[in-house]
């Protein structure tokens, strides 16, 4: 809640919500990076056939979210700066860009560059809306906890709608099918962004080379040379000879992006913001966890299906829409829920369902598995959405005041994205060629155990925030 918010709830008023209309615009453009990211996993093998190259499968996969990775704190810091709601308006026409030439790609190196063109544009909505709706409940003395239900819903509930979608549009244009059906898409945001989303407040212009000062170009490059090198050595580890100069080149680097950061008077991601609100940081941490095993639901299991268990593409869509359905669902609840219950009673029910869901594929996924019983897994596997996305942005509101909601909200996007790009090594190592019954049993337990450990966490922490009250 707003302070002004917090303020009329004391003197016994009840703070109005944002209008939903202001919520919902904001919503449509976060549901991009959500059905961009999932819609690829089954449109993943015939592109690589395509190309002629599979080994290019956990970079076509993980270059969106590494660009992600950049984009969000740099989206973040830019809606601080120049207005969100224009930041917002640029992300949505990088998006449509990425889109009309993703289909031309010559090859995988170049669906590779488009991928991270993709996921810089896309990955500028999250933030910029938090941003906005912080503004919006701070002008109009309102609460915000229902708009962020709908961002949550739309950013990334609506994530497992991708592989049904995608597994239609790729049957009826092939892979090149997941980029045009951007286009429509876009359009219809910006022109309800620009209709019902009220303009940026005037602020001071800024030249060209304030805005790179401001940006820190070089803590993005320690930022991307550390993923890279730490994702081509995980990538490796399965090999006869494993990149082990990935780990060697990692160690320093990642070690020079916190030093810099921390001393940079602009710094691309202010680090510091994790020491001046603890929560703030242990909120990042958690979201890491949580879409490894999120996103190791969205890759993996699409590529399961069709590479194991033997599925068409319009078939594992369909099979994975109990995913999107009870997924939207939880994440109404939730949102509902949210005004009542503490946001860590969230996250404990949601990590307690992916860890069911975890131990059910580990312990009954098999190749000749029964359609219908999957279909009820893939409904379990929805469950967590919901609660815990909220319960994860709740905390982030609580933790931080509004002036920097956009910063942190782009690190926390971040985070998500550090996760998904982890996800993308866990889904290859698990789902190796040589794995018994396609490695559905070690995904489900890489699931099991990260929800397992999430779960242990969010039950000491709020035993332990009950008994400081008493």
């Known amino acids: 809640m707003t302070r002004q918010s917090e303020t009329a709830a004391a003197s016994g008023e009840r703070p109005p919500h944002l209008p939903a209309r202001i919520a919902w615009s904001l919503g449509s453009g976060t549901i991009l990076l959500g059905l961009n990211s999932a819609i690829i996993a089954v449109a993943i093998i015939p592109m690589t056939e395509h190309f002629g190259d599979s080994t290019a499968i956990p970079w076509i996969v993980s270059s969106l979210y590494i660009a992600a990775a950049i984009g969000s704190p740099t989206s973040g810091r830019l809606s601080d700066l120049l207005g969100a709601r224009k930041v917002y308006l640029l992300g949505l026409a990088i998006i449509l860009l990425a889109s009309v030439l993703g289909p031309f790609a010559p090859s995988a190196g170049w669906m590779i560059a488009d991928r991270v063109l993709l996921g810089l544009g896309a990955s500028v909505q999250f933030p910029a809306a938090m941003a906005l709706i912080r503004q919006q409940a701070r002008l109009r003395r309102a609460q915000p906890t229902r708009a962020i239900g709908v961002i949550a ?84 580890l399965n090999d006869a000879d494993p990149r082990w100069w990935g780990f060697v080149l990692f160690v320093p680097l ?187 049993s070690e995904l489900g337990a890489a699931i099991t155990l990260l929800s397992g450990v999430l779960l242990l966490l969010s039950v000491v922490a709020y035993v332990r925030q009950r008994l400081s009250r008493r």
Do not use: K
């Open 153 to 236: 819903l739309c950013g990334q509930s609506t994530a497992a709608l991708g592989p049904t979608v995608g597994g239609f549009v790729v049957l009826l244009w092939g892979w090149q099918g997941i980029f045009w059906i951007n286009v429509p898409m876009v359009a219809l945001c910006a022109a309800t962004v620009l209709a019902n989303v009220p303009r940026d407040a005037t602020r001071d212009r800024l030249t060209a080379r304030q805005l790179i000062r401001l940006l820190d170009p070089i803590g993005m490059l320690l930022m991307i040379a550390s993923l890279v090198a730490l994702m081509l050595a995980l990538l490796s």
């Open 254 to 440: 990642a070690g020079l992006f916190v030093w810099r950061e921390l001393r940079a008077d602009h710094p691309f991601v202010d680090v510091r913001l994790m020491g001046r609100f603890p929560q703030f940081g242990l909120t990042c941490l958690r979201a890491i966890t949580t879409f490894i095993s999120f996103y190791c639901v969205f890759y993996g299991l699409p590529q399961w299906l069709d590479a194991t268990r033997g599925l068409d593409t319009a078939t594992t869509g369909l099979l994975l829409l109990p995913v999107f359905g009870v997924g939207a669902l939880s994440t109404v609840v939730a949102s509902r829920l949210g005004a009542h219950w503490h946001p860590r009673v969230l996250l404990i029910v949601g990590t307690s369902a992916m860890a069911l869901a975890g131990a059910l594929l580990m312990t009954t996924a098999r190749a000749d598995s029964a359609i219908w019983w999957l279909a009820v897994v893939c409904a379990l596997l929805g469950l967590p959405n919901g609660f815990n996305n909220l319960g994860n942005q709740l905390l982030l509101h609580r933790a931080v005041p509004a002036e920097v909601a956009g910063a942190s909200s782009g690190i926390y996007r971040t985070s998500q994205y550090v996760g998904a790009s982890l996800a993308a090594v866990v889904t290859a190592h698990a789902l190796a060629p040589a794995a018994a019954e396609g490695g559905i």
